[in-house]
């Protein structure tokens, strides 16, 4: 843990600050206080997305520091997206992830702020839109996780809501909207892969984790739309499984030296 | 048609936990090993399994065909699948055998510059092990670094300078903070560090310290070393075409029945240098020969490979100590354009489902397949 007090370090933790309290707010259904606060959150992380592009003079994707600033980033959009659209709620679950992935490159040691330069294997036009859309589908898979532990354990207080899907078909709907995207950002990848190495496919250890989410989605949605949701706690366990394989790929395949392979950069 | 279904209900769940169950655990073998698991022959046999999983899916469930995102998907899926197995080694031994066509899946090339050559050699062994069909030659091999900028030089250890830096190791260095340097024990602190500085000499014309510039010039920094508690003070100093000074350390002389037994000390110097920029891009200027006739020019660099003549030539590796010679991965095409069109295939029909016809049975008012 360490404080960082530079302009960046600064912006960061504002956003934490304020994510925490939209969290604590939308807990305690003072919706509107709740969302000014998750706006302001969300103001700050893109001023802070906004320096930090500036300040590497790229795409600030590059490694699990911007990767995690730009997923806090992305919460409040798939938040206002999801209620609006696809009648699925959960805000303050919503800013509590946010809250969580803007802590890392607020204070943890490993998520280092140190600006790097882009390796001649990341300056490809593929970069930003292959981990633009894994960030956005691991986003948005986190909500699918927090609806499907609604759907098992009955959060639907804090989870739904007047006019909002329960648990179990709003956790559908996540996966549904975060599925294109994960293939999205697979298939960029591999055809990333086989524009710099040659090989649409290396069996380095986070493509294969990556892979193990994909097919634990697949396997939900195959079996949802077989059987219908009248397995929900099986469904639902199969949801924690993919949002568990998602945590392994981002954090334990990036920071483990047992998973050393081609994606090392992503440290 | 029933067996069909039924195979194919069961089959594809079974398939996919199977994948997903093998996929984790050559994610804990390694890319080396995962590679030989899922090129081995029992897993030869599940990637035609399921491929007629894909098939058979079409014949037994009619849905798929009707609906364009299911069946984008499924034959996207499909696509990859076919066109990745006839892109293996194993795919190109059968194209050699029953087909007649005699491509090498993988090989690389060595190529001096101003050299031509047609020459394919084994990425392993270098030995060559055939020939294309016309000749590349290479005009030029360079490699771009990013622009220095003022960061400081680097504090290193080692035994001599190296273009590549091999056995130095770069020290972390803050001013005021103590290092004990590798093998040695030898605890060093750096004093100041001035990033612009000139030479301080003695009446004799020797360097014995620097003072702060303006303008341009070289840095200059002040360390103590600290060995079984006596202190010594000294400057690093380069010269006005240096790029590397060196301070030799009080380390016993290392002898060849050192290196032999591998009690050798690599701490020998401490070495003030100009920080080797981080590399742009690495870039070979090709042109492809037939007939002794250029018929295409490209300048490659990781991420841009030329395609030609059904192969896809890859900036790999290069001559490290001179950039004389560079050294292309020669990939075959073979399933390229399947693949492609699976990815394609893939996401649309993905997005096409999930996305388009939610909306559009939203927009017309039928409860959509999502809930």
Known sequence: MELRLTTLGILIMAAEGAYVLACALLASRLRKAGHVFFALGFVATVAAFVFRWVQVDHLPMQNLFEASLSMGMMMYPITLLSRRYLKVGGEAVDALIAAILVFLPAFVRKFSPEPQVLPPALQSPLFAPHVGAYLLAYGIMFKAGAQAVGALWDFDWLLGGEGLLKSEPATHRMVGLGFPLLTLGLVLGAWWGKLAWGDYWQWDPKELWSLVSWLIFLFYLHVRNRWGPRHRVFLSSLVLAGFTAILITYFWANLSALFKGMHSYAM | ?371
Request: hydrophobic share 45%.
């Open chain 2, 1 to 371: 048609m029933k067996p069909i279904r039924q195979a194919v209900i069961w089959g594809t769940p079974t398939a996919v936990v199977l994948l997903t169950v093998l996929s984790v655990v050559g994610a804990f073998l390694g890319d080396q090993q995962a590679r030989q698991l899922f090129s081995s022959p029992p897993l030869i046999v599940f990637w035609f399994l399921l491929t007629g999983l894909l098939v058979a899916g079409f014949a037994g469930f009619r849905t798929l065909l009707r609906r364009p995102g299911l069946l984008a998907m499924h034959l996207g899926s499909l696509l990859i699948l076919g066109g990745s197995m006839w892109a293996s080694d194993e795919g190109h031994a059968f194209a050699r055998e029953w087909l007649g066509f005699d491509k090498i899946p993988s090989s690389v090339m060595l190529i001096h510059q101003g050299e031509t050559t047609d020459n394919l050699a084994d990425s392993e062994t270098d030995q060559s092990i055939g020939k294309l069909p016309f000749a590349l030659k290479l005009n030029k091999f360079w490699i771009e670094y990013y622009a220095q900028g003022d960061r400081p030089w680097s504090l290193e250890v080692g035994t001599r300078r190296h273009p590549q830096g091999m056995g130095r190791q770069t020290l972390a260095w803050t001013p005021g903070a103590e290092l004990t340097l590798p093998d040695t024990g030898i605890r060093v602190t750096v004093l100041q560090y001035l990033p612009i500085a000139k030479p301080v000499m003695d009446a004799d014309g020797n360097v014995v310290g620097a003072e702060a510039a303006v303008g341009e010039g070289r840095p200059a920094m002040q360390v103590r070393m600290r060995t079984e508690g006596k202190d010594r003070d000294a400057w690093l100093v380069p010269e006005k075409e240096q790029d590397v000074v060196e301070l030799p350390l009080s380390v016993p002389r290392q002898t060849a029945e050192a290196m032999r037994t591998g009690t050798f000390v690599m701490a020998q110097s401490l070495l003030l240098g100009r920080p080797t920029p981080p590399v742009l891009a690495y870039k070979s200027d090709l042109s492809v020969l037939k007939n002794g006739e250029e018929v295409v020019r490209k300048t490659i660099v990781v991420n841009d490979p030329l395609h030609f003549g059904g192969y896809h030539f890859y900036q790999a590796s290069y001559d490290e100590r001179a950039n004389q010679y560079t050294v292309l991965l020669v990939k075959s095409d073979n399933g390229l354009t399947a693949v492609y069109a699976g990815f394609v295939l893939a996401v649309a029909g993905g997005f096409w489902w999930f996305w388009v016809v939610p909306v559009w049975q939203g927009l017309s008012g039928r409860s959509g397949h999502g809930a």
